[in-house]
């Protein structure tokens, strides 16, 4: 039986990705900011699928302290992981600092998925034909990045910074489907639409599409044999698409790595 990781799936996409796989037969890992949210969204998900096959595991994105801690709990339940997929994400109106010293937007929502991901690539390297799935956004369209300030600290706006980490989703995974071996493990990004979920509310004041279309791509990524040996490519609507040329530049991808690495280095 395949396993699977979704972070952020307490509700929102996150929850009906983990049902929309659980549905499909498959082990899923379900990822809340504590024990307590892991636990609740598992129990609920145990009622519509085998119980064996659903998984608490948890931990603070914004803590990348907390970061390596899940990566350790998701080896001890799954040393073999056949999809990681990077679901979770935040919306801030606020410059916030973590412990630390991230912004929390480009925290969650791009170094921990750069640690995770790295953290756990030995246990999707270990699996037949892994797959790393990660959630960005259209809000990328137009958004750019200054490597000298990932902290935001010369001129904050909030819906900017969501923007450019969503870019930095997109420019993380064609750096680590470029560095990748080309089997067996491969990684792709999506903008799952326009989704009537808690961030869509918080941050835009709008309201969208089902979660059910919101989870759509995220699994057609980490379960259809169409995509078994494609790699670095963004998708929507289940469908290749081109990204903005900021999210094709690949110089600004290989700052944005060395950047990320060098900032991580007391956790990676």
Request: hydrophobic share 45%.
């Amino acid at each position: 039986m395949k396993n699977v990781l979704v972070t952020g799936a307490t509700d929102g996409i996150g929850l009906e990705t983990a049902r929309q796989l659980l549905a499909r037969d498959l082990r899923v890992l379900v990822h809340g900011r504590n024990e307590d949210k892991a636990s609740r969204s598992a129990r609920t998900l145990a009622t519509i699928a085998d119980g064996t096959r659903v998984t608490p595991v948890w931990g603070d994105l914004s803590s990348m302290r907390q970061v390596v801690a899940l990566a350790q709990q998701v080896q001890e339940h799954a040393p073999v992981l056949d999809v990681l997929i990077n679901n979770a994400g935040v919306f801030q109106r606020n410059r916030v600092l973590t412990e630390d010293g991230f912004e929390t937007t480009m925290a969650v929502n791009h170094f921990a998925v750069f640690l995770l991901t790295s953290r756990l690539l030995p246990a999707v390297s270990a699996a037949p034909a892994g797959r790393i799935v990660t959630v960005s956004s259209i809000a990328h369209s137009g958004a750019d990045l200054d490597l000298d300030d990932l902290t935001f600290a010369h001129g904050f706006e909030g819906y900017d910074v969501y923007a450019a980490s969503k870019l930095a989703n997109i420019l993380f995974t064609r750096s680590l489907a470029r560095r990748l071996p080309p089997k067996p493990v491969t990684a792709n990004v999506l903008h799952p639409g326009v989704i009537d979920t808690k961030l869509l509310h918080a941050g835009f004041d709008i309201r969208g599409a089902s979660l059910e279309q919101g989870a759509r791509t995220s699994v057609y990524l980490a379960v259809s044999e169409q995509v078994a040996s494609v790699s670095g490519k963004y998708y929507v609507d289940s469908r290749e698409a081109t990204p903005s040329r900021q999210a094709r530049h690949d110089g600004l991808a290989d700052g944005l790595w060395a950047a990320s690495e060098r900032l991580l280095r007391d956790f990676l």
